[in-house]
C-alpha cells in the first residue's frame, strides 16, 4: 500500500499535509506489521498438515516460500488497480 | 495564537508554544516508545495467531473431554515449532524484498 492509494493529499494546507503524512507513516507502518502476521497465517494454514515431525520438510518449505511470493505479487497488483481507481484513470477490461 | 518574536538565543522564553521547549532527546525517547509499542502489539498479534491456528490444526473438535490428549500435546508442540519456522521464512523473504525496492 502506498499513499498514491488514498487519494490528492495537496489540497490540504501545509500543517495538515505534516500531521497526514505523519499519520499515514505510522499506519503504514501497523499495516506492513499486520499483513507480515496474516501471510505467515495464511501459508502456515495452506503448507503445512501434518506434525509428525518439528521441522518442516522440503516440501512445505519451497510451498511457503511460493506462498509468500505470490501473495506479494498479488498484492501489488491490486495497489495497483486500487491506484488506477484512485486516480480515475481507465481501467482494463 | 499570537506569537512575540523572541531571540533564538532564550529558549526559555514563555511567548513560545510548548512543543519548541521539547528537546530532541525527548523526541528520540518518544519515537522508540511508539517503536516498542509496535512490536509488543505485533508480538501479541503473532501469539494469538499462533493459539489460534494450532488449535484448528491440532485439536479435536468432538471435545470428548476437557484435558489434552497426549497426541495432542505433540502436535501443538511440533506445531508451535513450525510456525516459528514459517515466522523466519517469511521475515526472509520480505527483508530480501523490501531490499530490492
Redesign the interface.
Known sequence: MDKNMLGDLDNLPEEDKMRMSTMID?LQ??DS??M??S???R???D???S??????DKQ??TC??RC??KF?KHSMRVGMRFAELNQGAPTPD | MDRIPSSPSDPSEDSLPVADKTSSVDLRKEQNLVTIEKEVEFRVDLYNRVVKTCFDKCIEKRYKESELYIGENSCVDRCVSKYSQVNNIIGQILASQRESM
Not at chain 1, 506434525?51 to 518442516?56: A, C, D, N, S, Y
Open positions: 505510522q507502518i501497523r506489521l499486520r507480515y502476521n501471510l505467515v497465517e501459508c502456515f494454514t503448507c503445512v498438515d506434525f509428525k515431525r518439528k521441522t518442516l512445505e518449505e511457503i516460500r509468500a511470493e506479494l
